[in-house]
């Protein structure tokens, strides 16, 4: 089969109504190849990426973060609508539901703090409403039979297109040949024939269409741009969900998992900045919650959540040392102002044991 970006069979006559579809398109190849293979037949298609507030990418680019080469990290998803040569809408679906979702998943999480089926369905139900109200006949993803261990099995797939409401109408071009026909399909809105069979992780035939179709710009699979899929991310939020029962968050807290390194002692919690970016980002949370800093040597910005005694602001304290200029002194001094206002000093000996750090590591 050969295909283009500017093969446009159509499927309608210049009389007909055009048939249109609602992409969405993460920024990978396979999202990029979903959407030139659904434009190849000639269908308009709306391309939408759902901002949930947990993209990787998108934070470092949000605080100001560089690449090791000095770049700043670019949007994935509007350097795949650029090669696409078309339009993009984000649709930002963060905030009180999306977060309900994260903490509540009815089909439970992934292999760390990612609700993947519950997050498809979540995503699909908002393109279902834009489907109905842009007068599209189907939505399409670029997701492939089996190269995800549970988001993308059979069965998944079936659960998720119906849970969405999404039942025949949900259309998955890579694999459509491995699955039911869909009602575009059966309808002849959509050639089937010209859709594809790919299943599993092998990238193989994903880079050959690719070089077909003249797709050469696309990023490296690399785990996905999800915090939520981040194995760090997923401890520090794990540990804090154990630790409420109500199980709720709030979007600041998203954040502040998502920076500094974090230490648990007791049932208090120690987040300390890794750079001078997050050590200013951190300054941002510093409401309710203690502020820990050295004086007289240079040294990065701390915070501590809960009711911390005194012998665990020490401990606190020589961890903070630690990071700082003033790591190799025999004491450091280090200021604590508290929620409160009040404020106290203590002098430490920085902490230089890496099993006891490491013990204390979320
Ligand atoms: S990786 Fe993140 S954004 Fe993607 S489906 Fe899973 S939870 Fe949602």
Known sequence: MTVSLTDSTSSTSTTQKPVR??????????????????????????????????????????????????????????????????????????????????????YGYGANANPCVDCRIFMFQKAKALMEEWGASFVFTGEVLGQRPKSQRRDTLRIVERDSGLTGRLVRPLSAKLLEPTIPEIEGLLDRERLLGFSGRTRGPQMALAREMGLTEFPQPAGGCCFLTDESFGRRFHDLMARRPERNLAEEEVLLLAMGRHFRLGDSKLIVARNELESGALKRFEPGRHTIEAIGVNGPVALAEGTPDEGTRCRMSAIVARYGQGRTHATVTIEWRAPDGSSERHEVTPEREEAAIEALRI
């Open 21 to 106: 579809a609602i992409g969405l398109l993460s920024g990978g190849l396979d999202s990029m190849l979903a959407h030139a293979l659904i434009r190849s037949q000639g269908i308009e298609v709306r391309a939408i990426n759902f901002y949930t507030g947990l993209c990787i990418v998108e934070t470092q680019r949000r605080l100001g973060r560089r690449r090791r080469d000095g770049s700043i990290p670019a949007n994935e998803a509007l350097g795949a609508a650029a090669n696409l040569e078309m339009d993009m809408e984000f649709i930002d679906i963060s905030g009180p539901d999306y977060l309900h979702l994260i903490t509540h998943p009815r």
